[in-house]
């Protein structure tokens, strides 16, 4: 039986509690570590995750908080195309390398992002939606399904 599964593990508190309440998640992303992802690939450095400033371009959404309360978010973008540059990694390439906070963390974030690409339009009505709650919600805007 396979009980240690490297890509089930986590060390992060996904913190619902959290989810909507945006002064909160403004003053966590101050402090964060914020995770870099471009279409399906990592900021690496030194074979870990490169943790960015609150600079970065993307869309927020949150990951949790680990032990020590520090919060954790991915931003995510798509490259249109552009070239990206070998500072990126996908998880298939670094993932055997991620400490487990590092590697449940960038499940998550892939695992988001993936889905808000997948799932632009209403189930209900068709309409396209938008992120809320941090990432962990789409909202339709015509029927407010």
């Known amino acids: ?7 089930s593990r986590s060390e992060l508190d996904r913190a619902a509690h959290l989810r909507g309440d945006e002064a ?3 003053d966590l992303w101050q402090r964060a570590k914020i995770i870099e992802l471009i279409d399906d690939q990592f900021r690496i450095k030194d074979e870990a995750l490169d943790f960015v400033s609150t600079e970065v371009l993307g869309d927020r959404f949150f990951l949790g908080i680990d032990k020590v309360e520090t ?3 991915v931003a995510y973008r798509k490259s249109g195309g552009a070239p990206i ?3 990126f990694q996908s998880l298939r390439t670094i993932g055997k390398k ?3 906070l590092e590697i449940g963390a960038a499940v998550h974030a892939l695992a988001l992002a993936q889905w808000h690409e997948s799932h632009p339009r209403c189930a209900k009505c068709g309409e396209a939606t938008v992120v809320a ?4 919600v789409r909202k339709c805007g015509a029927c407010a399904a």
């Not at 039986?1 to 890509?7: A, I, K, S, V, Y």
Request: aromatic share 8%; charged share 10%; proline share 9%.
């Open 133 to 136: 709650m941090a990432g962990a």
């Open 24 to 26: 909160a998640l403004a």
């Open 85 to 87: 540059g070998n500072e």
């Open 1 to 7: 039986m396979l009980l240690n599964l490297p890509l």
């Open 71 to 73: 919060p954790y978010f």
């Open 98 to 100: 991620l400490n487990d």
